[in-house]
C-alpha cells in the first residue's frame, strides 16, 4: 500500500509538474503580448523641428525631450538649493547678458544670499532663509545655518610681515612650506610642543637629500567659545605667546568645530595679501606629528617631476592636493555624531576629500582655492568644503598612504623604523611628540 502510494505520487509529479511549467509559460507569453500591444508611444509635443523635415511628417529628427541641464532644483536641501542658485547665476551659458558681467543678476530664487551681506553678518536681512525644520534641528547646525552667509571676520592678531621678514641667517624670504595648524586659545601646550618639535620655523633639512627649505608655522585660532566653557581668561597670556613667536593668527569669530571651514577661507585670504609666493602648505590639526624633512623631500620631488612637465605643458600652476583620501563617503546621519548633518540640510554624496589630521596643497592651488570658494556655499565640515571646492576646479585629493589618520597599529607605535614610510600620523598628545621627535632623530642611521 505504502509502495503504491509513493509510486503514485512520483507518477504524479512527473505529470503534473511539466504541466504546470508549460502553463505559466503561456500566462507570461500573453501578459507579454498583452502589455506590447496595449503600449502607446508618448505624446511629443514638438518644440523644435530639425532643418529639412516638414513638420507634417510623422518621421521627426530625435531630439531630447527634456531640457539638458536641471534648471529647477526640486525639493532640495538647504545646502544644495543655496549652491543651486549660485551655480545658475556664475553659469555663464545661464546668464544672457555676457557684456554686462559685473551687473548683479536678479534674483531667481527666494533662497539667495543677496551679495552684500557676505560682508556684513550682523544685518537682520541678510540671515539665509531657513529650512523648514529649522527649530528640530541640533544647536550646532542651527548656528552655522544662521551665520553661513558670513565669510569676512576681523582680525584680533595678525602677522603681516611673517613671509615678508628677511631672514639675515637665510636670507630666502619665500618659504617653501608653510605649516597652518588649526589650534585654540587653550591648546598652548600643544602649539609649543609642536614649536620645539616637527613645527620648527627655518631652515629645514630634507631626510635624504640635502635639499631643504625655508619652513614657516603659523597658528589659526578663532574666539574661545564660551559656549563650551567657561574658560579663564587666557587674552593676555595669548597677546604674550604672540609677540614671543609671532606665529599666532586670530579672527573674531567662535572657536567651533562647525566654524573650522573658517579657518580655511580665512588662511587663503591672509595667503593671498600676506604670503603668496609660499610654494606648498601643510594645513593640520594640532594633534598630529608630521615627519617634515621627509615630507620637504616628498615635496622636492614632487616639484622636480612637475618642473620636467612644465617643458611640454607651459602648465606653470602647480596643482597638487595630497592626504589621505576618502571617496564616496555619505553624511553621517546619526544625530548623536559630531559629523551629524541632517537630510533637510544636505542631500548626497561627499566629493573625494582628504580627511582629518593633515592635508598638503600647492600655494598657487591655494589661492585658485580661494577664488573658486566664493562660489561654493560654507560647508560645516572642513575637510569635505575642500573637497567640494577643489572638485569645483575639476580637480581630486591625490591619495598618499603615508598620511595615517588612523595611527600605526599598536604594535607599531613604538618602534621608530616603523615611522620610516609615514608622513603623518593622528593623534599625538605633546609629550609623545617630543618623545616621538627624539627617537626620530637618527632614524636614517638605525633601520
Ligand atoms: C502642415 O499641415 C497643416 C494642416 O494640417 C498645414 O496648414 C500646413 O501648411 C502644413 N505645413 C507644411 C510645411 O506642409
Ligand atoms: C547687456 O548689458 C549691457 C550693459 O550692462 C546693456 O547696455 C545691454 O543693453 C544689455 N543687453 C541685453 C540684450 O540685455
Ligand atoms: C561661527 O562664528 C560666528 C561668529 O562668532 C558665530 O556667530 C556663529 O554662531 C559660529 N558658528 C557656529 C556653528 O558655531
Ligand atoms: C607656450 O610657451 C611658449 C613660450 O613661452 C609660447 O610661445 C606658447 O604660445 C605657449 N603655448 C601655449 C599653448 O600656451
Known amino acids: 500500500m505504502g509502495k503504491c502510494c509513493k509510486c503514485n505520487g512520483r507518477l504524479l509529479c512527473m505529470c503534473l509538474l511539466p504541466c504546470m511549467m508549460t502553463g505559466h509559460l503561456l500566462i507570461y507569453i500573453m501578459v507579454s503580448i498583452f502589455v506590447t500591444i496595449s503600449y502607446a508611444p508618448p505624446k511629443i509635443t514638438i518644440h523644435y523641428i530639425a532643418p529639412g523635415i516638414s513638420a507634417n511628417s510623422s518621421a521627426l529628427a530625435s531630439h531630447p525631450l527634456g531640457p539638458f541641464w536641471n534648471l529647477r532644483l526640486e525639493d532640495g536641501a538647504l545646502w544644495n538649493q543655496l549652491q543651486h542658485a549660485w551655480d545658475r547665476q556664475h553659469n555663464p551659458i545661464l546668464r544672457r547678458n555676457t557684456t554686462g558681467i559685473n551687473r548683479?543678476?536678479?534674483?531667481?530664487?527666494?533662497?539667495?544670499?543677496?551679495?552684500?551681506?557676505l560682508s556684513d553678518c550682523t544685518?537682520?536681512?541678510?540671515?539665509?532663509?531657513?529650512?523648514?525644520?529649522?527649530?528640530?534641528?541640533?544647536?550646532?547646525?542651527?548656528?552655522?545655518?544662521?551665520?553661513?552667509?558670513?565669510?569676512?571676520?576681523p582680525f584680533l592678531i595678525n602677522q603681516p610681515g611673517m613671509c615678508r621678514r628677511r631672514s639675515n641667517s637665510f636670507g630666502a624670504d619665500s618659504p617653501m612650506l608653510l605649516?597652518?595648524?588649526k589650534s585654540q586659545v587653550g591648546n598652548f601646550e600643544n602649539r609649543q610642543a609642536i614649536r620645539e618639535t616637527w613645527g620648527r620655523s627655518g631652515l629645514v633639512r630634507g631626510e635624504t637629500s640635502k635639499k631643504g627649505g625655508l619652513v614657516h608655522t603659523i597658528f589659526l585660532l578663532g574666539r574661545q567659545d564660551s559656549s563650551t566653557g567657561p574658560y579663564p581668561d587666557l587674552k593676555n597670556l595669548l597677546e604674550l605667546e604672540s609677540q614671543k613667536y609671532r606665529d599666532i593668527l586670530q579672527w573674531d569669530f567662535r572657536d567651533t568645530f562647525f566654524n573650522l571651514t573658517l579657518k580655511d577661507l580665512l588662511l587663503w585670504?591672509?595667503?593671498?595679501?600676506?604670503?603668496?609666493?609660499?610654494?606648498?602648505?601643510?594645513?593640520?590639526?594640532?594633534?598630529?606629528f608630521v615627519r617634515t624633512d621627509a615630507l620637504l623631500d616628498y615635496l622636492h620631488k614632487e616639484r622636480e617631476e612637475h618642473n620636467l612637465w612644465r617643458g611640454y605643458t607651459n602648465d606653470t600652476e602647480m596643482n597638487l592636493f595630497v592626504g589621505d583620501v576618502i571617496s564616496n563617503a555619505m553624511p553621517s546621519r546619526e544625530p548623536s555624531?559630531?559629523?551629524?548633518?541632517?537630510?533637510?540640510?544636505?542631500?548626497?554624496?561627499?566629493?573625494?576629500?582628504?580627511g582629518?589630521?593633515?592635508?598638503?596643497y600647492s600655494g598657487s592651488l591655494a589661492l585658485r582655492l580661494k577664488e573658486v570658494s566664493e562660489r561654493v556655499h560654507l560647508f560645516p565640515i572642513d575637510d569635505v568644503y575642500l573637497g567640494m571646492c577643489l572638485h569645483r576646479l575639476g580637480l581630486s585629493p591625490r591619495h598618499h598612504?603615508?598620511?595615517?589618520?588612523?595611527d600605526l597599529s599598536i604594535t607599531d607605535r613604538e618602534n621608530p623604523c616603523a615611522y620610516r614610510s609615514v608622513l603623518l600620523v593622528h593623534k599625538r598628545s605633546p609629550k609623545e611628540m617630543l618623545t616621538l621627535w627624539k627617537q626620530l632623530q637618527n632614524l636614517h642611521g638605525q633601520c
Not at 598612504?401 to 588612523?406: E, H, I, M, R, V
Request: aromatic share 16%.
Open 104 to 117: 548683479k543678476p536678479k534674483a531667481q530664487l527666494s533662497t539667495e544670499i543677496k551679495d552684500d551681506c
Open 123 to 153: 544685518s537682520h536681512k541678510c540671515s539665509v532663509p531657513h529650512a523648514h525644520d529649522f527649530n528640530s534641528l541640533p544647536e550646532q547646525i542651527r548656528a552655522f545655518i544662521k551665520s553661513m552667509h558670513c565669510r569676512e571676520y
Open 179 to 181: 605649516i597652518a595648524i
Open 269 to 288: 585670504q591672509w595667503l593671498q595679501k600676506y604670503c603668496p609666493t609660499a610654494t606648498f602648505i601643510f594645513k593640520g590639526d594640532d594633534d598630529v
Open 337 to 354: 555624531t559630531k559629523y551629524y548633518i541632517p537630510e533637510t540640510f544636505y542631500k548626497g554624496v561627499y566629493p573625494s576629500y582628504a
Open 356 to 360: 582629518g589630521g593633515g592635508v598638503v
Open 401 to 406: 598612504p603615508g598620511f595615517l589618520t588612523f
